[in-house]
Structure formats: structure tokens, C-alpha cells
């Protein structure tokens, strides 16, 4: 069983909005790092924005301030990732990932030992 499940990846004009969703039901009883990472072609992964479940203390990268949003429900067990005026370096696989470490943030994919298999976003000029 995948304990985290990534959706709503897809194609979106430059300026557009996608919302990703990552399934995280396993992860819902405990307090976690939770957060989204991505990675381009040719590129390292890199973070982009982070929650930690015990306290919402949150994390972004300075290139997705101000346009994603990073967000649970209610019931943290699922997590969101709301991208707006999307860029075409935007482009990339992105990664739901959970972890322990604090302070939570998305600066060293090694903190987390959880990852889902990534969904697609693609963004034209």
C-alpha cells in the first residue's frame, strides 16, 4: 500500500491555477513534516512549500511565495498544494513527501522518508 498518493497534476497555461492533492490517510493520526517538493527535468529536486500537522507552521521556497498555498483538511488526511499564476518553470514532477524532522520546512529532500510517485504539472508559455 502507497501511503501517499499524489493527483491533479496536468497541463495549464502560463497565469493558469492547478490544485495537486496527496492522499496521506496513514499519516493522519500522528504529527508530521508534510510537503511538496518537485523536480524538472536535468534538475535536483527542490522544495517548495511545507506544514507541519501539529501546529501549521508552514514553509515556502522564495520562487512560489505569494502564488501557492499549501493546506490539509480538516481530518489531515489529505493535502493540498494550490499553485496560481503559474510559470513555465513551474514545470515539473511534483512530490508529496512526509517526515519528522523539525523545525518543519522543504529546504533538504533527506529529512523525509515518505514520498508519493509524483504527478505531472506542465505549464506553456
Known amino acids: 500500500q502507497v501511503p501517499l498518493v499524489e493527483s491533479g497534476g496536468g497541463s495549464v497555461r502560463a497565469g493558469g491555477s492547478l490544485k495537486l492533492s496527496c492522499a496521506a490517510s496513514?499519516?493522519?493520526?500522528?504529527?508530521?513534516?508534510m510537503a511538496w517538493f518537485r523536480q524538472a527535468p536535468g534538475k535536483e529536486r527542490e522544495g517548495v512549500a511545507s506544514?507541519?500537522?501539529?501546529?501549521?507552521?508552514?514553509y515556502y521556497a522564495d520562487s512560489v511565495k505569494g502564488r501557492f498555498t499549501i493546506s490539509q483538511d480538516n481530518g489531515k488526511t489529505t493535502l493540498y498544494l494550490q499553485m496560481n499564476s503559474l510559470k513555465p518553470e513551474d514545470t515539473a514532477m511534483y512530490y508529496c513527501?512526509?517526515?519528522?524532522?523539525?523545525?518543519?520546512?522543504?529546504?533538504?529532500?533527506?529529512?523525509?522518508?515518505?514520498w508519493g510517485q509524483g504527478t505531472q504539472v506542465i505549464v506553456s508559455s
Open positions: 513527501a512526509a517526515g519528522f524532522k523539525l523545525p518543519c520546512t522543504a529546504k533538504a529532500a533527506r529529512d523525509f522518508g515518505y
Open positions: 506544514i507541519y500537522t501539529g501546529g501549521l507552521s508552514y
Open positions: 496513514e499519516f493522519a493520526y500522528s504529527s508530521y513534516c
